[in-house]
Structures are given as structure tokens and as C-alpha cells.
């Protein structure tokens, strides 16, 4: 029996083609429903956001296996500097990772080597993984099939990050390189202004790193589609993350709070 390939492959591929790729933060939602959610709305992608949850690593492992039995690409944001969680999640369903604040090469080197196996890593084994149907498989057919379809997506946000953009795009085992534009504009002391200049020249400056090493840059962070549209041809990828579920849930409270004041108001007399 054959098994169903990762979908991380088709992720990586859409962008590099420059198809629009749809993402959903998951932050607040702990059970299943919300990843259905966002298959049947039209996303391709979730992003579990360890980073800024209280979420547990078994419930983002249980999102991200059902993320992949929908056909989605489920990404983990992890903690800063937790590299032994890496591989956990990983074995538990996730197509890779998205870390945050990293600031050189050796720091993205370690994130590379907690997600790629040997040679390549420091991955340790196992033979059983919902990505493959938890079919036993032999390390020489899963290594390399894994290792093509795990995602790494190094995220700068400080000046230092991003200064050292063209080394870090230039480690093998690296996909992706995104700039976080709320951290980075905090760093600078700017906090919000999105339309800084500095924030333009990082946003060249890791699209040309990753041009010369056959990278994808994400953009992340910033909600004003103008400034997007300034910014996005200077070497944006196509993927857009379409908010969070938190806010997704805030804005639908919002307008139905107001539709059920609307309607409880006494009407409007008619007479002058």
C-alpha cells in the first residue's frame, strides 16, 4: 500500500511558482474544528503559534496531524532557543518550523540541525511518523523523504538578524527567510510604523539574500495592504497569513454584538 506524501513539498513548490498561498495562525483554538475551518475556507497552510500561547506541545502536535490529513501544511512557530522541542513536534505531525529571532548563522545552524536528519542534522531517529501513515519505515527511505519535505523558516527581527540575512540564506537546510515587522520596528524604536524606511531596506536586503541563494522571503506582521502592495514586489513570496484565529474571534463577537444591539434598540419614531 502506498502511503500519501507530505504536503509540505506542494507548499514549498506553489510559492517558488508565485501562487497565492494562504495561511491561519492558530493561537487561541486547542481543538480540531478550527484546523477544518481553515481547509474549508480556503487556506492551505496553518501556523501553530507556540511563541505566544499557552498551548501544549501535544495539543500543537495533534493540530498539526490533522492539519496534514486535510491536505495543509501546519508550521510550528517554537519558542526562542528551544531546540529539543523541535524534533518532538516534528515526530508528532508538524511539516516543519518557523523560528523566531534568530540573529546569525550558527543560531539558524542549530535550528537547521534539530529539523534535518544526518548528514545534514542532528535529527534523532525514529521509524514511525503521521506524515508517512505511521507506516514503519526504514530510516533509508524515510530520512531523505522527510528530510525533502520538512519546512525551515528562519525569522529575523532585529537589526542584527537581518544584517547577517545573506549568511543565514546561505545554509543548506534552510527554505524560507521572514522578516517579523512588529518585533523589528519595536527594535528599531518605531514601534507600528510600518512605513519606515528601515523597514523597507531590511525587506530588500533579505529578498536579495534570498535570491542569490534560491530562498523564499515572507513578510509578516504588517495588516496595511498598501504598505503590502509597496513592498511586496521587491521580492515578497505569495504567502499571506490571513490573521489569527484569536482576532479572527474578536472581529466576529464585535459585529455580532452590534447586529444584537441594533436589533434591541427601540425604533426610531417616525413622527416630526
Known amino acids: 500500500m502506498t502511503t500519501t506524501p507530505p504536503p509540505a513539498p506542494g507548499f514549498l513548490q506553489r510559492l517558488h511558482s508565485g501562487e497565492p498561498t494562504l495561511m491561519l495562525t492558530l493561537r487561541t483554538a486547542r481543538t480540531a474544528d478550527v484546523v477544518h475551518i481553515a481547509a474549508s475556507s480556503g487556506h492551505h497552510s496553518v501556523m501553530v503559534d507556540l511563541e505566544h500561547s499557552t498551548m501544549s506541545t501535544d495539543t500543537a502536535a495533534h493540530l498539526c496531524a490533522v492539519a496534514g490529513g486535510l491536505g495543509l501544511t501546519a508550521l510550528v512557530r517554537v519558542p526562542e532557543r528551544e531546540y529539543g522541542m523541535i524534533g518532538r513536534l516534528l515526530d508528532g505531525g508538524a511539516h516543519g518550523v518557523i523560528a523566531p529571532r534568530i540573529e546569525t548563522a550558527e543560531e539558524a545552524r542549530r535550528i537547521v540541525g534539530a529539523c534535518r536528519f544526518p548528514p545534514r542534522g542532528q535529527r534523532s531517529q525514529t521509524n514511525m511518523l503521521p506524515q508517512l501513515g505511521m507506516r514503519p519505515t526504514p530510516a533509508a527511505r524515510m530520512n531523505p523523504a522527510i528530510d525533502a519535505t520538512t519546512v525551515v523558516q528562519i525569522l529575523l527581527e532585529t537589526p542584527e538578524g537581518v544584517a547577517h540575512a545573506d549568511a543565514i540564506a546561505a545554509l543548506d537546510g534552510v527554505d524560507m527567510l521572514a522578516l517579523g515587522a512588529n518585533d523589528f520596528t519595536a527594535e528599531l524604536g518605531v514601534p507600528g510604523r510600518y512605513d519606515d524606511p528601515r523597514v523597507r531596506q531590511a525587506v530588500w536586503e533579505l529578498a536579495e539574500a534570498c535570491r542569490r541563494h534560491g530562498k523564499l522571503m515572507v ?54
Open 219 to 272: 513578510l509578516g506582521g504588517i495588516g496595511d495592504q498598501k504598505l503590502m502592495d509597496d513592498l511586496v514586489p521587491l521580492g515578497v513570496c505569495p504567502l499571506r497569513i490571513t490573521g489569527t484565529d484569536t482576532a479572527f474571534l474578536f472581529e466576529a463577537a464585535t459585529v455580532h454584538a452590534g447586529r444584537a444591539l441594533d436589533a434591541l434598540r427601540p425604533p426610531t419614531s417616525s413622527l416630526s
